[in-house]
């Protein structure tokens, strides 16, 4: 039966399991994208999510906090300068989990998880067109006079080319 099971334990003792989710942790800070099973990523998330929101608060207490969960100057030195920075007008919602199919010698279900603000290809953030939005039409409305005119002037152009 499983009374009172809040959280995956992952088939682990917990000084395995919390040893696992500090490296898993590190190298999420670290890489911003790392590869792991599914159930790991879940609890990844579950364990990061309340750092990197502790993270947005610079005080020596947070600070500390956030050690004392991963054990790593470097890691809470870039959590508190660039992540921290990065997400501080988001209010949740850091990471994603992507399914990226079966590990082959398992069939375990794999999974990559990413830090949302630094994956500018799926989240729309390329530097190229960031100046022109693309507007959409509801049912095929009418285009502008000023769009029309150009297209028709346009076509007669390719007419005349064509005979």
Known sequence: MRHGKKFNHLGRKTGHRKALLKNLSINLIEHKRINTTLAKAKALRKHI????????????????????YLQNKEAVK??????????????????????????????????????VDYNEVYSGKSSGAEGKKKTRRRRGGKKSTAETTTTETTNEAETATEE
């Open 49 to 68: 999510e309340p750092l990197i929101t502790k993270a947005k608060t610079n005080t020596t207490h947070s600070r500390r906090v956030v050690f004392s």
């Open 78 to 115: 870039e959590l508190f300068e660039e992540i921290a920075g990065k997400v501080a007008d988001r209010p949740g919602g850091y990471v994603r989990i992507l399914k990226t199919g079966f590990r082959q010698g398992d069939s375990a279900e794999m999974a990559m998880i990413e830090l």
